[in-house]
């Protein structure tokens, strides 16, 4: 779990959500409905009809979500679970959704998977984890939140104050229906002696003498951590030492992850030769590519970066069966509470992305193959210097822009009514990318590449430049038929636009 989107605090939600009365140590299969997962709430917006509500990302049928959790293929299938309320369209009272899809691109809903335990050490809420199987039994390492004296709480930023615990569950039937939680946490408090800026997102690992455990985690005036566990079980835990740690910010302010000295969602994995290091602190994703030792147990970075420039947080991965390291990322909203609330539903998931090293070793990331399922006619035509314009009338799009190598500079605008709503402009001669106020390195043109990939979904757009930079954007004033994109190039610039409508995963906006 994670910090909320600006201007709300985490507090003001934790102090205001809802009680959880649905969870049990077992959770039987109860309908959507019953959940909070009714194809519309029971009264306020026609969700299906709104033009803003992208189609072919994952995202609930109402209400609020943010981070995803546990990705896993079992029995054939790809499981995503992610962090949702299911009450209102705003952070709060957090469950576990969950989604299964044969592709990674075509979902279904399935209830909900975890719920806060009345009494529990997550009566407060079950915040971020992963999953992993154990002895042929799908189990989520998470972590779960209840109200705690000062003394005894790791969240702290705020009244009331709060203790973050490590809890398991294990899978009762092969379509992870149903779990079991181990009623006492696996564990139940930081390393002694440690002043944590907060304790959370377990990412839990195998190796030859047993299973390894990352804990986000941070210390104020000293800097985010990533703390590292061992045990032989998954149910015994001993803490060893610090897996890597940051240095202080110099930034005051009463949320640590604000300020980066708390590294929230923790995602470590071989990639090549290499390992990787996500984590997620100061409104950004940051990405390490580096050494990790075997035998002490310690990560040494040594490439690092931001792994998306946007509106995108709290990504998680996992090995899929054919080799490739996916990631989905949570795409959050940028317009204001007041505003998502009324509409009844955030967030969005990410597509899929495929992530490896380069042989500089970078990291690089691309979109998954299985998003061409969703291709309809493709459309290419050439580009000269000066602008061109393509008219689209679903909002529903993938754009692939190639330039020619003596290009040295091109801008990418929607306009919705002919007003600019979003732009990207690339400028080659200065390396540079900039899009609403950011900058971003600008990777050098390749002849075997695309300058830019753009997938347009509604109000989600996802950019990515060549293979090594990406950048999500919240587009809110686009407009169904009245929508066009725009290509501007240089005096010496040319290159082609492919355009291809993408078909929706759903009738009705709804993701079912």
């Known amino acids: 779990m994670r910090t909320l989107p600006r201007p709300v605090s985490r507090r003001a939600f934790l102090s205001a959500c809802t009680r959880a009365s649905l969870a049990a140590s077992v959770l ?11 194809t519309t709430p029971a009264a306020g917006p026609n969700i299906a009809q709104d033009p803003l509500r992208p189609q072919y990302h994952l995202l609930p049928p109402h209400n609020w979500m943010n981070d995803p959790n546990g990705p896993i293929w079992w029995k054939g299938k790809f499981h995503l679970f992610y962090q949702m309320n299911p009450h209102a369209a705003v ?9 299964v899809s044969p592709d990674m691109v075509h979902w279904s809903h399935q209830p909900i998977a975890l719920a806060p335990t009345p009494g529990g050490p997550d009566s407060d809420g079950c915040f971020s984890g992963s999953a992993v199987v154990y002895h042929g039994v799908p189990t989520v390492l998470y972590t779960g939140i209840r109200q705690a004296p000062p003394a005894q709480s790791t969240i702290r930023e705020g ?15 092969d379509n992870l229906l149903h779990w079991r939680k181990q009623a006492a946490p696996v564990i139940a408090a930081p390393p002694p002696g440690m002043n944590v800026s907060g304790f959370r997102d377990p990412c ?19 800097g985010g951590a990533v703390l590292l566990y061992h045990s032989p079980d998954l149910r015994h835990w001993e803490y060893l030492h610090p897996l890597v740690e940051g240095r202080a910010s110099g930034h005051a302010g009463p949320n640590p992850v604000a300020t980066g000295e708390m590294w929230e ?23 390490t590519i580096g050494d990790y030792d075997r035998n002490t147990h310690r990560y040494t970075p040594r490439q690092q970066g931001v792994l998306d420039h946007g509106a995108y947080y709290a990504p998680k991965s996992f090995l899929a069966p054919d080799g490739r390291r996916i990631l989905w990322g949570w795409i959050q909203e940028t317009r204001t509470q007041a505003e998502y609330a009324a509409a009844g539903w955030a967030g969005a ?3 899929p992305r495929v992530l490896d090293v380069d042989v500089h070793g970078n990291l690089t990331m691309t979109v998954a193959a299985e998003v061409g399922l969703l291709r309809q006619v493709q459309i290419q035509q050439a580009l000269n210097p000066g602008s061109k314009s393509i008219h689209f009338s679903s909002l529903r799009q993938e754009f ?5 190598p ?17 732009e990207l402009h690339l400028d080659y001669a200065a390396h540079t990318a900039r899009s609403g106020g950011r900058s971003m390195p600008l990777p050098a043109l390749a002849a075997d590449a695309p300058a830019l990939r753009l997938f347009l979904d509604a109000s989600v757009i996802e950019a990515f430049l060549g293979s090594a930079q990406a950048l999500t954007s919240r587009c809110y004033t686009l407009q169904p038929g009245n929508t066009e994109l725009e290509i501007t190039l240089d005096a010496g610039g040319s290159g082609s636009i492919t355009q291809c409508e993408l078909t929706a995963i759903s009738p009705d906006r709804l993701t079912t």
């Open 91 to 99: 952070w709060g009272d957090m469950h576990w959704g969950h989604a």
């Open 400 to 404: 692939e822009l190639r330039l020619a």
């Open 349 to 351: 998931m990410s597509l």
């Open 28 to 38: 039987p299969a109860i309908s959507h409905r019953a959940l909070g997962l009714a």
């Open 204 to 222: 839990p690992w195998q190796e030859n003498d047993g299973w390894y455990l990352a804990v986000g985690s941070g210390q104020r005036g000293v």
């Open 406 to 422: 003596q290009t040295s500079a091109a801008t990418v605008r929607l306009l919705a009514a002919g007003k600019p709503a979003w």
């Open 159 to 173: 009244k009331p104050t709060y203790r973050e615990t490590q809890l398991l569950a294990t899978a009762l039937d």
């Open 265 to 287: 969602c923790p995602d470590f994995f071989p990639l090549g030769k290499h390992h990787c290091l996500l984590y997620s602190t100061s409104g950004a994703v940051f990405w």
